[in-house]
């Protein structure tokens, strides 16, 4: 303990013992007892009016270098950039050119492998596929095809040709679904097909061999569902040929001739002889179309050909003797199935014969040489001209 202490201690001790010894009061005793600690309350200082002023000197001269210095460093920054302009700008070129060789030359790449892969796949895997449809919306076509990687084989039939009228098909496809397809008629290129296949059809443009071009579109399905289309055509086929006889089937229709067209003779409003039936293999309906004869005389039915959805007959009178017998009684009459009318080939021609698998007609025209020396129509003497129309 140290002796100021220790010099309280016995002050505090005999001012007690005065206290108690009645020789002070107890308001004297605590008087001096604040005297001995040191604990009196000290006056209150006067406050001097320029003291508050130093701090906010203080603080102002703070801010102000504050200021100054943020100012350094914003020069300091400008400075800086204007120092090392070029190079900040050559930096962000050479990150540009980076950015871009890395997507040319390692994304873009690896993107088209995938496609790639993607596209093989597809073709290893792609099953046979059916297209039906039309060449400018007129000569209806359905092919069969098989693919092999990118190459395609297969056959083709035109809906207005005879059912083992068959051609073969062969061509390839791209990445893209570009489709390009030749049809062979034995070892001759008949025609071109170039058009973009998707998942269910096939559109583009047709040229054949005269380099005449013509627009297309075609359904596209499975084998299996062509087979299914082509079951209940057969079955129909089947019932109609029970009853007459079928000329063509064309957009789910099947066309027919009675059974006796060719046994009797009739006129343009005649019997069922001369009619051409139309069955409806959907609604299983039927409809009769009259034949247009153009003399509107009797007629039979002698041959027909269906070619591009049109029907051309040659009609022959068997019942007409005398004059001109034979030379005179030939005519020819088109029916157009997708317009419903008929039109006028021939009138009265010696004959007539369907040429190149039906393309063509020849018409003979015969002409009497002799008519004013012939007393008798079997003296008659002729001269013939023969006419090709395309049809």
Known sequence: MSDINKTKIEKLLELKKLYENGILTKEEMEAEK???????????KQSIPHETKEPVKEIETYDNITAIDSEFEE?????????????????????????????????????????????????????PIAIKGKINGKIGFTMRLKFNGREIEGTEHYDSQKADAILSVKGSI??????????????????????????NSFEGTFTNTKNTVFPF??????????????????????????????????????????KDYSEGRYDSQGDDSGKIF?????????????IHIPSEELYSIDNWQCKDQKITFVLYDVGRNGFGIGNY???????????GKWKDIAEGCASAEFIENGKKIKITWASITNYDEATAAFEYEYAYTEEIIEL
């Open 34 to 44: 604040q005297k001995i600690l040191g604990t009196t309350t000290p006056p209150p």
């Open 75 to 127: 020069d300091e920054e400008e400075s800086f950039f204007k120092r090392n302009k070029v190079l900040i700008i050559l930096c962000i070129v050479a990150g540009v050119i980076g950015i871009y060789f890395l997507f040319s030359k390692v994304i873009l790449p690896l993107s088209d492998a995938d496609k790639e892969h993607e596209t093989l796949a597809i073709e290893r895997n792609r099953e």
């Open 174 to 199: 791209d990445n893209e679904g570009f489709m390009t397809l030749r049809e062979f008629d034995g070892n001759n290129e008949a025609g071109l097909y170039k058009g973009n296949l998707s998942a």
């Open 217 to 258: 579109y075609a359904d596209v399905m499975s084998e299996k569902e062509m087979q299914a289309r082509e079951k209940d055509q057969e079955k129909a086929v089947e019932k109609i040929e029970r009853i007459g006889t079928v000329i063509t089937c064309l957009d789910g229709k099947v066309y027919y001739l009675n």
């Open 278 to 290: 139309v069955y409806d293999i959907s609604s299983e309906s039927t409809t009769q179309i009259p």
């Open 329 to 339: 009684c030939t005519e020819v009459s088109q029916y157009n199935i997708k317009t």
